[in-house]
């Protein structure tokens, strides 16, 4: 079984989960977003040193801007929008 087939199968299982037991309750969807806000901030200087070496010409402040604070800002907003 090749990566893309055993990906498939994994997401394929995913779906099929979220079909039998329907949506996570908000107070969990929340939790884990303000989990993946906490982590982006915690690692957010090793986020932006590994895109800077990705694409070798861009600086660790546009990746910490576009980024790291990009992505917690719509995070925040998705949290938000969670009633």
Sequence with gaps: MTDFDRMKEILEKQKQKHI???PLPVSIRKDWIDRCISSLIKYQ???ADT???DFGHRSKESSLLSDVAGSIT???NGKRKHR
Excluded: F, R, V
Aim: glycine fraction near 8%; avoid cysteine.
């Design 45 to 47: 200087n090793e986020i």
């Design 74 to 76: 719509s995070l925040k």
């Design 51 to 53: 895109i800077s070496e």
């Design 20 to 22: 039998n037991d329907g």
